[in-house]
């Protein structure tokens, strides 16, 4: 299947896409995990993004498009992917349209996760994610299982330098603007399902399961 996640900063994208992704058997695909790792690195990717992240503006679109074209043309995106953060733009959705296309594609699915602005900033503020590998925790309602280390993988857990509230804000600031208008693009395409983001984890994760099902039960 291939898929795309969409849903404001902290909607549980990559909470969701994680399970998905073990789930369905393809790889989580997720710019921000990206920049990130690069911002680590240090690498040149990464002194660019930086600038953007750490105020909460988007990263350009050539930069990040460039770099996602690459990902989906690695081996393990054959049998699918699921995109988390990606597209964020109407000129990125374009982009993999034309990419998808040229590789005679398409998107079966488009997730939406709806999740109010106050318990988005609610949310962000318990956030710790794996300094490694990326994986989501929250102090309150998804606690690993030693304190400050990533049940997965053994990294630390750290608090992400956009997570301060006011980097929040900017941060939905600019998801109304560019983003959201996204959910239109594919509603327009007859791919888009919206779910309710604020029930717990599972709840989510077995909705949107049971869609996914329905749809390549119908698409065969
Ligand atoms: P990115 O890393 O994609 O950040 P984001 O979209 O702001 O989303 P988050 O990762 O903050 O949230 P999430 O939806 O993954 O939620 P999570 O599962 O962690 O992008 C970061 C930056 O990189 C951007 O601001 C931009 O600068 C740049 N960038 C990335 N992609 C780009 C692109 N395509 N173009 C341009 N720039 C780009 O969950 C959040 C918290 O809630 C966690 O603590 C989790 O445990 C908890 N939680 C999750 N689900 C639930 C639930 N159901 N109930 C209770 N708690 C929950
Ligand atoms: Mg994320
Ligand atoms: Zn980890």
Redesign the pocket.
């Known amino acids: 299947m291939r898929i795309v996640?969409l849903?404001?900063?902290?909607?549980?994208?990559?909470?969701?896409?994680?399970i998905l992704s073990k789930r369905l058997n393809i790889p989580h695909i997720?710019?921000?995990?990206i920049?990130?790792a690069n911002i680590q690195k240090g690498t040149e990717l990464g002194l660019k993004?930086k600038e953007?992240?750490d105020r909460?503006?988007?990263?350009?679109?050539d930069?990040?498009v460039s770099i996602?074209k690459d990902r989906l043309l690695k081996d393990d995106c054959q049998r699918g992917f699921i995109l988390?953060?990606?597209?964020?733009?109407i000129p990125?959705a374009e982009s993999l349209d034309n990419e998808l296309s040229g590789l005679g594609i398409k998107l079966d699915a488009v997730i939406n996760?709806e999740?109010p602005d106050e318990v988005?900033v609610r949310?962000?503020q318990?956030?710790?994610?794996c300094a490694r590998c990326g994986k989501?925790?929250?102090v309150l309602?998804?606690k690993p299982k030693q304190e400050g280390i990533c049940d997965v993988c053994g990294g630390p857990l750290i608090v992400?330098d956009?997570?301060k509230e006011e980097t929040v804000r900017e941060?939905l600031r600019?998801?109304y603007k560019n983003t959201e208008p996204l959910t239109g693009y594919y509603e327009s395409k007859g791919i888009l399902y919206n779910f309710d983001?604020?029930?717990?984890?599972e709840?989510?994760t077995g909705e949107i399961m049971s869609k996914l099902e329905q749809i390549t039960g119908k698409t065969g």
């Not at 404001?8 to 994208?13: E, R």
């Not at 997720?30 to 995990?33: E, H, Q």
């Open positions: 996640l849903g404001a900063p902290g909607a549980g994208k990559g909470t969701q896409a994680g997720s710019t921000g995990d920049f990130r993004a953007f992240i909460g503006k988007l990263v350009p679109d930069l990040t996602v988390d953060g990606f597209p964020r733009t990125q996760l999740v988005i949310r962000m318990g956030r710790r994610v989501p925790y929250h309602t998804l992400r956009d997570d941060r600019v998801y983001g604020t029930k717990d984890i709840v989510t």
